[in-house]
């Protein structure tokens, strides 16, 4: 069978299966015709490198993914869904930084547009990146805050990363690889291998695929209605509005304080800003995102809370007594132990002793709002 052949045969495959199942969640228009389909796809380039499709088994790889990327439909679409939320605020940083802007299909292969997905190496975050790695490129990593979690912090640091592999590699698809293998990895097989073609290295799997990936990606999501996926405007998940906020903390304040002062809640705060860990912001300046329009009056309500704040804390001491542990107190104070671990930033493996002071609010404050007796 002829390259061209194979070509329409796979295009005819994809919009075949991808007609079929979409059903409610993309209605598909009439079957587009199979020469349209198939253009360009022997002309293909990943930041503006030629792909060579003329060699068979790069082919076939490709194929592989695009099958295995359209079949799942519901990931594709969410793909799609979430690709206008995130994909602009990416596109202009490459800009920016004059990068290619296929760099941003990377994101999609690492997390799927997913701030929160790890490895089990642990990376973590839109680009997946290992703990080393995002401190080395400016990112703040410890127990209160993961940047790797941070749209903005994190794609800087995937910048200025790939930036300097580029450098080193001297092409951007070599930089993808080592990207997703390590650069000495990629250094040493391409030295006892004697190339520094991709498509002819021997690699791990993940990263024989990882260009791969992405270039289905882009395919799809530069002309997403050429696989059977039509979504309406109105159906795509909307660019995040949001204020940035400076906050200076000379201690711990609850997040949930926070949410107050912006009126709105501890979800909202967290989904906003997802680099922070836990239910705290630590001391310190920290820079935040709140709701659109919740600047306005923001520093007055926030200074207003923690006042409040600090006075009822004041009010809340409770002193450990011989014979206490946290299970009893929290049954003496009637409130779940969980809640009483997160007020305190407890850790269950440091017992606490005679004399530790533990803040302990009333049954009617605990959902951070009085309750009608």
Not at 7 to 12: A, D
Not at 237 to 254: G, H, K
Not at 303 to 331: C, F, W
Not at 340 to 365: A, C, M, Q, T
């Amino acid at each position: 069978m002829t390259m061209k052949k194979r070509i329409l045969f796979i295009s005819t495959f994809l919009l075949v299966s991808a007609f079929g199942e979409l059903g409610a969640l993309a209605e598909s228009p009439d079957l587009p015709a199979l020469p349209t389909s198939a253009k360009n796809m022997d002309t293909l380039s990943f930041c503006e490198e030629p792909v060579p499709m003329e060699n068979q088994d790069v082919l076939e790889r490709l194929e592989k993914e695009l099958l295995l990327t359209v079949g799942n439909r519901p990931q594709v679409i969410l793909w799609l869904k979430r690709s206008r939320r995130y994909l602009p605020y990416i596109e202009k940083m490459l800009q920016e930084n004059k990068m290619p802007e296929d760099l941003k299909y990377m994101v999609i292969a690492e997390s799927a547009l997913q701030p929160h997905v790890g490895s089990n190496k642990g990376a973590i975050g839109f680009w997946q990146i290992l703990p080393d790695t995002g401190r080395k490129y400016g990112l703040k990593i410890d127990n209160a805050i993961d940047e790797r979690r941070n749209l903005s912090a994190s794609t800087r640091a995937a910048i200025r990363y790939l930036k300097e592999l580029h450098e080193w590699m001297g092409s951007w698809t070599l930089a993808a690889a080592a990207y997703n293998m390590g650069e000495q990895g990629l250094a040493a097989e391409m030295m006892v291998q004697h190339t520094s073609d991709y498509y002819q290295l021997y690699l791990p799997l993940e990263t024989q695929r990882f260009v791969f990936r992405i270039i289905s990606a882009k395919l799809i999501l530069s002309d997403s209605a050429k696989f059977g996926f039509n979504l309406k405007d109105d159906e795509y998940y909307q660019p995040i509005e949001f204020d940035e906020m400076s906050i200076d903390c000379f201690q711990e304040v609850p997040i949930s304080l926070i949410a107050k002062a912006s009126d709105t809640h501890f979800k909202v705060i967290k989904d906003l800003n997802p680099e922070i860990r836990g239910h705290y912001l630590t001391e310190g300046t920290h820079l935040i995102l709140i709701p659109k329009g919740a600047k306005k009056g923001f520093t007055e309500r926030y200074n207003k809370l923690i006042k409040d704040y600090e006075a009822e804390k004041t009010n809340r001491i409770y002193i450990v007594k011989s014979g206490d542990n946290l299970s009893s107190i929290a049954e003496k104070f009637d409130v779940p132990l969980p809640v009483l671990i997160i007020w305190n930033r407890l850790d269950l493996n440091k017992p606490i002793h005679p004399g530790d002071r533990l803040v302990i609010y009333p049954e009617n404050k605990i959902f951070g709002q009085d309750k009608e007796d």
